[in-house]
């Protein structure tokens, strides 16, 4: 969540976020300080639910979800005769070979 942080209606410097405290039903109070004056300014911001706010909608409308679709399923990778079985088990095979021919050398 973004917290804007207000100009300080006295001097215009940028003020920062001092403490959010709850307000009335819906509401809490955040106090902002200005550094450069002193000010004490104070604002009733309406809470959203995270899950209906506006940066969440834009998350869930990207291109970001689980890697499941990519991932074959653990079931068929462990299925014998299944192209990825077949692919592990050559992969094993071609290092049982090379792992025999290096012993084999020394
Ligand atoms: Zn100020």
Redo the contacts with the bound molecule.
Sequence with gaps: MIILRPL?P??Q?RTMLARITPGPSGFDIRTFE?L??A?VHQRAVELVDPMKSPETARWLRGELHAPTSAMPALDDIAKAGSKTFDRVLSLVAALIVVAIIVVARY
């Design positions: 300080c006295a001097c410097t200005c450069a004056c000010h």
